[in-house]
């Protein structure tokens, strides 16, 4: 499905099962593919689930100009008023994190409960690291990325849900210039000073074999954000949903659902 929010931009979503709405946001360069069936059907059996393509990536539109996670956060909340939708669970990985907080700390009456994947709040607090570049060459060194995206451990024994991965970063690359362009919205991205501010209950989800985002950050949100919870994953890396899928489900939905 399409969404036009004018001005150039147009969103493509996907609504899977009923309940209490749950919005996945996805980070830098993915698409709404990422979700894989395996990992949103576990999750619609609870709730109605939306997955979307941010701005400029897949099968979402976007005019040339400065993105930022307040622009994108935005653009989550035309969507949720598109479909009617008063408040939401938010879930964010990586970039979708910093977007997830943006929306927590912008329109707070907006959010139900925040999940927080692999994410920080501020890019002064995210060590640079080399393998981070790999990401803006996926489409030309996909198996370098990769790297960067998983613990090795899971690349040596799992090669099947390795080229799945594959396939779909191939599938709908960003462009070079979105990617420039996101990459510059999560450079100036801080809300260190911001995140205290979150009242809705919060899980925080990381893996300490991250090599995008070290999981310390993980450690400053918990200790930031006063009603949250935070989970580790031991030798898991950035995409811990993939890596640790059965256990992400147990506590996604157990957090969720609890009152």
Not at 6 to 21: C, D, K
Not at 99 to 105: E, G, M, N, Y
Not at 249 to 254: F, G, L, P, S
Request: net charge positive.
């Amino acid at each position: 499905m399409q969404l036009d929010l004018g001005n150039g931009v147009n969103l493509r979503y996907e609504i899977h099962g009923s309940g209490f709405p749950l919005i996945l946001i996805v980070g830098f360069g993915a698409t709404l593919d990422l979700w894989s069936d395996d990992f949103v059907g576990p999750l619609a059996e609870f709730f109605q689930v939306i997955i979307f393509d941010n701005r400029g990536v897949g099968g979402s539109t976007a005019p040339d100009g400065r993105m930022s996670m307040e622009i994108y956060a935005q653009d989550v909340i035309k969507l949720m008023d598109s479909l009617g939708l008063a408040k939401a669970h938010v879930l964010g990985i990586s970039m979708g994190g910093m977007i997830a907080q943006q929306l927590a700390v912008s329109y707070p009456d907006r959010i139900s409960k925040l999940v927080l994947g692999a994410t920080s709040c501020s890019a002064k607090f995210i060590r640079k690291n080399p393998r981070i570049a790999s990401l803006l060459v996926l489409k030309w060194a996909p198996y370098v990325a990769m790297r960067a995206l998983l613990s090795k451990e899971f690349i040596a024994t799992q090669p099947a849900l390795v080229e799945r991965l594959l396939q779909v970063s191939r599938a709908h690359p960003a462009s070079a210039s979105t990617m420039k362009r996101q990459g510059k919205a999560v450079k100036h991205f801080d809300l260190a000073e911001n995140v205290a501010a979150i009242a809705a209950p919060t899980l925080i989800m990381a893996g300490t074999d991250d090599q995008i985002i070290n999981h310390e950050n993980s450690d400053i949100l918990a200790a930031k954000i006063r009603h949250s919870q935070l989970i580790k994953y031991l030798g898991v890396g950035h995409i811990f949903p993939l890596e640790r899928r059965a256990e992400a489900h147990m506590a996604i939905i157990k957090f969720l659902k609890a009152r």
